[in-house]
């Protein structure tokens, strides 16, 4: 099994061209350094080849995943608030709200996920794939308004703070 692990980790080492010294980052209009950098540094998960993490605040705006502070190796995206990425093209930057999130960055299957870090969610039947199990955090604004961009379904929510 370990050496199986180890191969699976020298191709993906391989196929994207990591070394020992490459950081992978978020960049962008929405980061708090803009599109100039210094990134936004994500960690390797560890125990889990090519899954990078990081906890970040962001503003309204734009934000791309990419190596090393450089645009040779970069990623973006269409959708939001996780899609799969795509690499090195024009007009793919990823839109965002300002909010606190926890990010990954699969390299391995190419894909991203923005989970909004709030107090504030919505539960309830009327939200399609949740029902009363969980509930679906709200973006907060500068102003401290809390808001969702969602679809309900005819019938119950209600709000709760910290989950509870």
Known sequence: MKLRLLYVFVLCT???GLS???TLGIVGSATPNGWDGPDVVMTE???????????VTLMDGLVKFRF???WARNWGGLDFPSGDAIFDQPG??????AGDYYVTFDTVNLNYSFEVQ???GMIG?????????EDVNM??????????DIELLDSFVKFRLDDN
């Open 118 to 120: 709030s107090r504030v």
């Open 139 to 148: 973006y907060e604004d500068s102003a401290g308004l809390f808001f969702l």
């Open 125 to 133: 039947n009327a939200i399609p794939g949740t029902g009363w199990t």
């Open 92 to 97: 793919t930057d990823i839109p965002v709200f």
């Open 14 to 16: 391989m196929a994207l």
């Open 20 to 22: 020992a010294q490459d």
């Open 68 to 70: 090393n502070n450089d």
């Open 45 to 55: 998960v560890p125990d889990t080849v090519g899954l990078f993490e990081a906890n």
